[in-house]
């Protein structure tokens, strides 16, 4: 069973910087970490869930949110089964719990999907 750990959030002034990291594991079947999309998710009370990012399995694309673009990074070590978002010019109302995805495809359909235990991103003076 895939598992993925996010890192710890936390309180953040406006305008400052914070590094999230999900560490992936439980590979199993010789389906590793590489073949993976990653993405990060936020969910804002009272609000659904919305897509943040995304890095292609591969690594070379990524898709942004338009509240995200130029202010967030996602990146990903495969190395180290591990995907970041560098979150800079936070603004207030980027608070919210942060869900690190991955997700399987083949066939052309999706085939197996995780969520991490999410995270609380808090931005206030």
């Known amino acids: 069973q895939v598992q993925l750990v996010e890192s710890r959030g936390g309180l953040v002034q406006p305008g400052g910087s914070l590094r999230l990291s999900c560490a992936a594991s439980?590979?199993?079947?010789?389906?590793?970490?590489?073949?993976?999309?990653m993405s990060w998710y936020r969910q804002a009370p009272g609000k659904e869930r919305e897509l943040v990012a995304t890095?292609?399995?591969?690594?070379?694309?990524?898709t942004y949110a338009d509240s995200a673009k130029g202010r967030f990074t996602i990146s990903r070590d495969n190395a180290k089964d591990t995907v970041y978002l560098q979150m800079n010019s936070l603004k207030v109302e980027d608070t919210a719990v942060y869900y690190c995805?991955?997700?399987?495809?083949?066939?052309?359909?999706?085939?197996?999907?995780?969520w991490g235990q999410g995270t609380q991103v808090t931005v206030s003076s």
């Open positions: 439980g590979f199993t079947s010789g389906v590793i970490f590489s073949k993976y999309y």
């Open positions: 995805n991955a997700a399987l495809y083949g066939f052309g359909s999706l085939l197996h999907t995780y």
């Open positions: 890095i292609a399995s591969g690594g070379g694309t990524t």
